[in-house]
């Protein structure tokens, strides 16, 4: 895969002393994918009057498994010692360090980030070559690297678990309907609790209280009606518990926290957040395919 050029940082700082050390830096890597393995490498070009002797660079939070640093591009004659340690890549010259022109190139293999979005790299510089001159940069740039979604597969298939579990859901809420109360009986119940809340609805609006007293003496009726309707939905309440199952101990430990889509409103959305979206919707949709809609929504 051709190397992608994600980001270059210019110089945002000066030298304490001569104000003339200046640097930039840049960050390519072969793939910007959420969660992706893939290798980096780190350009540092020297534009000042004075050496750049050592760096440190802050690794963004995010990033993990941090392995194979090496050197792979230094002036001739230089030997630049390349270590880690904890979130920071460290870099020192043995000599004289970059002089202007001059570049210092590694690369590093890593795992992106989970959550899409925009990282900074701190890259701090000292024209020092002392261990002290790690832990007081004279000049600090940032260089930044976008983490993206680039596939669509992990979002597919939270969608196609979702549906399954909806249609199979709404299903098998059939089946009991048709056991407990009969289907055609069902629909018409559903249409007679419907006109009643139309028409208690209207005569509260209009302070009818002669249609109200008519109207609660079939309050009971009603009441039958709704105790029988709801039986099938008491009875698949425990199969309902399918979806928390699927969610919590399925894809959750499955995908973490990985970016899969971008949600308006809360960005980049894991399948903590994709899941529920998919149910909800695609649980309305199966309802009304199959025809078993809740009796709130009658």
């Known amino acids: ?36 393995d893939t290798a980096y490498t780190f350009t540092l070009r020297n534009t000042g009057q004075a050496n750049l002797a050592s760096a440190n660079i802050t690794i963004p939070i995010g990033y993990h498994d941090i392995r194979n640093l090496a050197i792979t591009q230094q002036p001739a004659s230089q030997n630049w010692n390349l270590t880690l340690q904890d979130n920071y890549i460290l870099l020192q010259s043995p000599s004289q ?17 989970p959550v899409a979005g925009n990282y900074r790299w701190s890259i701090g510089a000292n024209n020092n070559t002392g261990t002290d001159a790690l832990n007081t940069p004279e000049v600090t740039i940032t ?72 109207l609660k003496k079939k309050q009971s009726q009603m009441n039958n009606m709704q105790a029988k309707m709801l039986k099938p939905q008491m009875v698949q309440f425990g199969i309902s518990f399918l979806y928390l199952f699927v ?7 499955t995908f973490g926290g990985t ?10 959305g894991p399948v903590l957040y994709w899941y529920p979206i998919c149910s909800f919707f695609l649980g309305l949709l199966a309802q009304r395919i199959i025809g078993v809609m809740p009796i709130e929504q009658r």
């Not at 249609?167 to 009643?196: C, D, H, P, S």
């Open 1 to 36: 895969m051709l190397m992608a050029l994600t980001a270059v940082g210019i110089i945002a700082g000066s030298a304490k002393a001569q104000e003339t050390l200046k640097f930039e830096a840049s960050i390519l890597t072969q793939n910007t994918g959420v969660s992706q």
């Open 143 to 214: 260089v930044s690297n976008s983490i993206i979604i680039n596939s669509i597969v992990p979002a597919i298939i939270i969608f196609v678990i979702a549906a399954g579990i909806a249609f199979l859901n709404t299903g098998i809420n059939r089946v009991l309907i048709n056991y407990f109360v009969g289907w055609e009986q069902y629909r018409i119940m559903q249409k007679e609790m419907a006109e009643y809340r139309a028409e208690t609805m209207a005569a509260a609006r209009a302070n009818d209280k002669k249609q109200m007293e008519k």
């Open 247 to 253: 969610w919590f101990f399925v894809l959750t430990p």
């Open 97 to 113: 360090g970059l002089a202007t022109g001059e570049n210092l190139a590694f690369t590093f293999q890593a795992i992106n980030p």
């Open 259 to 268: 970016s899969m889509v971008y949600i308006p409103g809360l960005g980049p």
